[in-house]
């Protein structure tokens, strides 16, 4: 078993799921847990010492102005800046050279996003008025925490608040390793 396998079989799942589970508190919360955030930078920055050791301190360079490069969008409130933290975690999980690739993918994903969140937008204003944000996301014996995530966000929608981005993340780290593992 080669060093190469060992290191994608556990720092790639990983990655994932940590990114899953930043994305389901965004979509709930819309906030991501500076934790995940962390574990995504420790998690890229060890693939990068196992599998590119001279490059490790380049990644992390391109992660920061990454970093500073988001933080002037942020600071114009395009993005959040749990976004922009979890953005530049997340390129330290591939080569710095195919940074600029990763980026397009959250982007393009991030694009998609949008396009069903305008469309949930004007198709909800077909829709009778619901309650109250309180009221619709207010816990209930009978309703699961999906069934109220699903309501809140229906409101969240409705209202216009912002993107949970950590989903267009998520999307587009799923089609970059995607595309990276279908390449020859």
């Known amino acids: 078993m080669s060093l190469l396998f060992l290191v994608h079989a556990i720092c790639q799942p990983a990655s994932l799921i940590v ?12 906030v991501i847990p500076n934790e995940l955030v962390v574990a995504i930078a420790v998690i890229g920055f060890a693939q990068g010492l ?12 391109v992660a920061i102005i990454v970093f500073f490069g988001l933080w ?6 395009i993005i959040g800046g749990g976004d922009l933290k979890l953005i530049s975690a997340v390129t330290l999980l591939v080569p710095p050279d195919r940074v600029g690739q ?12 949008s396009c069903f969140y305008l469309a949930a937008h004007y198709g909800l204003k077909r829709l009778p008025e619901p309650r109250s944000a309180a009221a619709e996301a207010a816990p209930s014996a009978k309703k699961s925490g999906f069934v109220r995530t699903l309501k809140a966000e229906r409101i969240r929608i409705g209202g216009g608040y912002p993107m949970p981005y950590a989903v267009a993340v998520l999307g587009g780290v799923i089609v970059y390793n995607a595309m990276q593992f279908l390449q020859p």
């Open 72 to 77: 002037i969008v942020a600071h114009v409130k």
């Open 19 to 30: 990114l899953g589970i930043s994305a389901a508190i965004d979509l709930k919360d819309r």
């Open 102 to 113: 990763l980026l397009i993918d959250i982007v393009l994903a991030g694009g998609l996003l």
């Open 50 to 61: 196992a599998l590119r050791p001279g490059l490790v301190w380049f990644s992390l360079l």
